[in-house]
């Protein structure tokens, strides 16, 4: 009796709404990888004025005006570099970082002093290392990135000073300035002074959360790594003091000045 043949399948048969479900994972994944690579903001986030709400927040925060100028090119490239000084460092989980998540911060002077110098220095020790001397290198690689992103924002921030002062003293010599023009030129002043005021801030507090780390790792894990660590620090503990003092807001009087 003849036997009836049967093709042979070399590959799973699926329906169509299973291979649609597949196709949208698909795309959602790689749409997910390429709008933000490791530790960078989507591209759609980015703009040329996407750091311009510090501005706003520094002034908001103390009850003073907001500038309705145009930014420099100096003054926008200082909101730039100023992000990175005022965001605290290992504050975004990792996927956060793959996924591009940023969103603004509230200034130190609409917040009552709750800073904790100790999150960083828990995070670094709680995070598995495959050796404790990689926390040591990952605590210095953090103190001189800080040290490098300070120097170029305190360079480009000295120069928007030094722009203020000629802008104040243009302010007597400009024919037919109206009391809207002056505000805004005030109130811009007065803005470029605060997020520099914002920056010296965070570098402190980042100095002392890297200290209360360094001593934590100490005695969790003695190292004579210990004593690089401590130099970089206290290089940049002076060098941040030294730079701060260095540039005085064009209105002293208007600008508030709050520790923490």
């Known amino acids: 009796m003849p036997t009836m043949s049967h093709p042979i399948r070399t590959r799973p048969r699926h329906s169509t709404p299973f291979l649609v479900l597949v196709s949208l994972l698909l795309s959602a994944a790689l749409g997910g990888c390429s709008s933000g690579d490791f530790g960078r903001v989507r591209p759609s986030a980015l703009s040329d004025n996407m750091h311009s ?47 591009g998540d940023y969103k603004p911060l509230p200034s130190p002077w609409r917040q009552t002093p709750v800073f904790d110098r100790t999150a960083y220095g828990r995070l670094l020790i709680d995070e598995p290392h495959r050796s404790h001397t990689s926390r040591y290198n990952e605590l210095m690689d953090d103190v001189r990135n ?34 809207h023009e002056r505000e805004d030129a005030l109130a811009r002043m007065d803005e470029n002074a605060l997020i520099i005021q914002w920056v010296e ?3 402190q507090r980042r100095v002392s959360s890297y200290r209360w780390a360094l001593e934590r790792l100490v005695i969790h894990t003695p190292d004579g790594l210990a004593a690089s660590a401590d130099m970089l620090i206290g290089e940049m503990a002076a060098q941040t003091t030294a730079v701060a003092a260095s540039i005085a807001p064009v209105r ?5 000045r709050v520790g923490g």
């Not at 520094?58 to 145009?70: D, E, I, N, R």
């Open 53 to 99: 709400w510090i501005g706003v927040e520094a002034t908001g925060s103390v009850g003073l005006p907001a500038s309705q100028f145009q930014l420099t090119d100096q003054e926008r490239l200082m909101r730039d570099l100023a992000f990175p000084l005022i965001e605290p460092p290992l504050s975004r989980p990792l996927w956060k970082s793959v996924f």
């Open 146 to 179: 800080d040290i490098l992103r300070f120097e170029a924002f305190y360079t480009n921030a000295a120069r928007v000073i030094e722009l203020d002062r000629k802008r104040n003293a243009s302010l007597k010599l400009v024919s037919g300035l109206s009391p």
């Open 201 to 203: 801030q965070c570098l």
């Open 252 to 256: 002293n009087g208007k600008v508030l």
